[in-house]
T-cell receptor
Framework: DADVTQTPRNRITKTGKRIMLECSQT?????MYWYRQDPGLGLRLIYY???????NKGEISDGYSVSRQAQAKFSLSLESAIPNQTALYFC???????????????FGPGTRLTVL | QKEVEQNSGPLSVPEGAIASLNCTYS??????FFWYRQYSGKSPELIMF????GDKEDGRFTAQLNKASQYVSLLIRDSQPSDSATYLC???????????FGTGTRLKVLA
């Protein structure tokens, strides 16, 4: 089984709809991240969380919200989807315990979201 | 100036050749550097990381870091068609726990 899973893998929705993307991990990592990837723009950080009680905005958090339901689960919500949120979304995890400032991040398989 | 810059490519090399991928970064205090490979439509997968100046080798891959010149590179020896992918450079700027990703370099290895 994959260490980091994302559901759904593909989603088509309409403008104005609320949508939730879910991420689960079995790696036991403390840190979880949400990124979006757009052609020519690379990976951009939306939100990150270092534990259940710690949520932080990334560089492009407007229009998104997150919930860290448990150490293993981190969900991303689009409250009212708009077409420019069409992108590939990745969840990632990393391990705090190594003691390094920035630890290796491991990515889920991604969710391809299309907003019509 | 972008925080992490990569040439978008494509970089085309013949099979068996050495592919050289480069990345420059703007934050002189950056401490950690990562190379990821991403096949089209798939998630990034870690190739290697480097923290110290110099070279780090792992199989056919060598990462090179020069903090004074603010660049990090990835060499792929004996390139194979299966190496054809986009290679992402990621940098951890000083004082943060985050990565900044470059936009990636597309590599094509020609059989």
């Amino acid at each position: 089984d994959a260490d980091v899973t994302q559901t759904p893998r593909n989603r088509i929705t309409k403008t104005g709809k609320r949508i939730m993307l879910e991420c689960s991990q079995t790696k036991g990592h403390d840190r979880m991240y949400w990124y979006r990837q757009d052609p020519g723009l690379g990976l951009r950080l939306i939100y990150y969380s270092f534990d259940v009680k710690d949520i932080n905005k990334g560089e492009i958090s407007d229009g998104y919200s997150v919930s860290r339901q448990a150490q293993a689960k981190f969900s991303l919500s689009l409250e009212s989807a708009i077409p420019n949120q069409t992108a590939l979304y990745f969840c990632a995890t990393s391990d705090l315990s190594s003691g390094r400032i920035a630890d290796t991040q491991y990515f889920g398989p991604g969710t391809r979201l299309t907003v019509l | 100036q972008k925080e992490v810059e990569q040439n978008s490519g494509p970089l085309s090399v013949p099979e068996g050749a050495i592919a050289s991928l480069n990345c420059t970064y703007s934050d002189r205090g950056s401490q950690s550097f990562f190379w990821y490979r991403q096949y089209s439509g798939k998630s990034p997968e870690l190739i290697m990381f480097i923290y110290s100046n110099g070279d780090k080798e792992d199989g056919r891959f060598t990462a090179q870091l020069n903090k004074a010149s603010q660049y990090v590179s990835l060499l792929i020896r004996d390139s194979q068609p299966s190496d054809s992918a986009t290679y992402l450079c990621a940098v951890n700027p000083s004082g943060t726990y985050k990565y900044i990703f470059g936009t990636g370099t597309r590599l094509k290895v020609l059989a």
